[in-house]
């Protein structure tokens, strides 16, 4: 029987999860270790367009195609562009048969985590440091414990990896954009003119140096993000987080003058209002191959959200690491031979990501936005027509 290395993955993200699952699938072990304490810790997040190319690839790899489908919102794939007095200036409605359908994030850990055995993760573990042994192992220090020996160290534990620091020196740099957070429950019944506004699936208004992102999650919610060219401070400095009600009103000061049924929008938020600043890594980042240790999804490749790739290029590195993995004699070379590809492939999707942060808010206004979605559209009827 062929023996694989003792295997330790940090962080139950999609990436993660998706490289435990395909390993679990081909009876391959490995223990994630993931700092929240339990599934259900924290509210995941948005959501996410997974793509035939990648995010679904990493699905149907993984054997889990089906409950994907049954999670996918193939409805909420729809883009609008308003002005800020309210006027629709871009409207693509009918795009349910387009191949990018929206999951809510907290949708697809479930469908991820009911694929493994309980066991395998590992909660409450907040990784601290990754310890070399003199035998080329590594031990894995927590707050009040050290586990290991480990052969294959997977850092999938995000943007401030801590598994990082052993192969790049590189820390993710501030994009010069902070997002505010914010969300509305139960739109469907409690804003209908709201819901309508948004439609199904996103919107968004640039205008006065600072934008809205509007976007239809499941379960009648709506999540948003206000958008800011602004020092890294300037979110903590701004809003008091700690008073929902001050928060909102503060953000709704920063859009005074834009049209009553865009501002209520920020207006009808829940309590849930919180700062995403943007950061990234540079574009082709990689690192000297290290025996042990390797890097996936955005431990390895930051990305600024704008070309909605990140979580995909996450779980289709997930595919390709468990591929080679299941696919090599030797797993060195299997690390090896992923990384070299793993670097290439991220290349073009971190390069329009960091384009799109780098032009947000620009002179141009909504101009850039509309040519955007509008070539989204262009390509995709003259897809359906071909
Ligand atoms: C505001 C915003 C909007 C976004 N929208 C989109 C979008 O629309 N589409 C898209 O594709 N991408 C989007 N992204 C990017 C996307 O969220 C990430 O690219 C994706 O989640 C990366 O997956 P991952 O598994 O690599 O890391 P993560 O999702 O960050 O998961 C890392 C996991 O590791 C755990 N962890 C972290 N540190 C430790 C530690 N020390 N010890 C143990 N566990 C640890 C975390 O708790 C987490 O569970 C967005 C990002 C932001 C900030």
Do not use: C
Request: aromatic letters at 8%.
């Amino acid at each position: 029987m062929r023996s694989y290395p003792r295997i330790a993955i940090i962080g139950a993200g999609p990436g993660g999860l998706t490289l435990a699952r395909i390993l679990h699938q081909a009876g391959v072990p490995a223990s994630i270790f993931e700092r929240e304490e339990h599934a259900l810790a924290r509210p995941q997040g948005g959501t996410l367009d997974l793509h035939v190319e990648s995010g679904q690839l990493a699905m149907r790899r993984a054997g889990l195609y089906e409950e994907f489908l049954q999670i996918a919102r193939y409805e909420d794939q729809g883009s609008r562009l308003y002005d800020k007095d309210g006027t629709l200036i871009f409207a693509d409605d009918d795009a349910d048969d387009s191949d990018r359908p929206e999951v809510d994030r907290t949708a697809l850990r479930q469908t991820l985590l009911a694929s493994l055995p309980k066991e395998i993760i590992r909660w409450n573990h907040s990784l601290r440091e990754v310890r070399p042994r003199d035998d080329g192992t590594y031990d894995l220090v927590f707050e009040n414990e050290m586990i290991g020996p480990f052969d294959l160290v997977i850092g999938a534990d995000g943007s401030w990896s801590k598994v990082r620091p052993l192969v790049s020196s590189y820390r993710p740099q501030y994009s010069g954009i902070t997002f505010i957070e914010f969300g509305i429950d139960d739109v469907d019944a409690s804003h209908p003119d709201l819901a309508a506004l948004v439609g199904r699936g996103k919107i968004g208004i640039e205008a006065d140096g600072r934008g809205l992102i509007v976007q239809r999650n499941g379960n009648s919610h709506l999540r948003g993000y206000a958008i800011f060219r602004v020092p890294t401070e300037w979110a903590e400095k701004t809003f008091d987080f700690t008073s929902p009600a001050k928060a909102r009103a503060r953000l709704a000061a920063e859009f005074k003058g834009w049209a009553p049924r865009i501002l209520g929008l920020v207006e009808a938020s829940n309590d849930h209002i919180v700062s995403r600043p943007i950061y990234a890594l540079p574009v082709g980042h990689h690192w000297q191959n290290r025996i042990g240790i390797t890097l996936l999804g955005d431990a390895a490749h930051v990305m600024s959200p704008f070309g909605g790739e990140g979580v995909n290029m996450a779980m289709l590195d997930a595919a390709e690491l468990g591929r080679q993995l299941l696919e090599n004699d030797e797993w060195k070379d299997a690390v090896k031979a992923y990384e070299a590809e793993m670097f290439e492939r991220v290349i073009e999707a971190a390069e329009h990501a960091a384009e799109a942060v780098a032009t947000e808010l620009s002179h141009l206004g909504a101009e850039l936005s509309l040519q955007h979605y509008q070539a989204h559209l262009d390509a995709r009827l003259q897809g359906s027509a071909a």
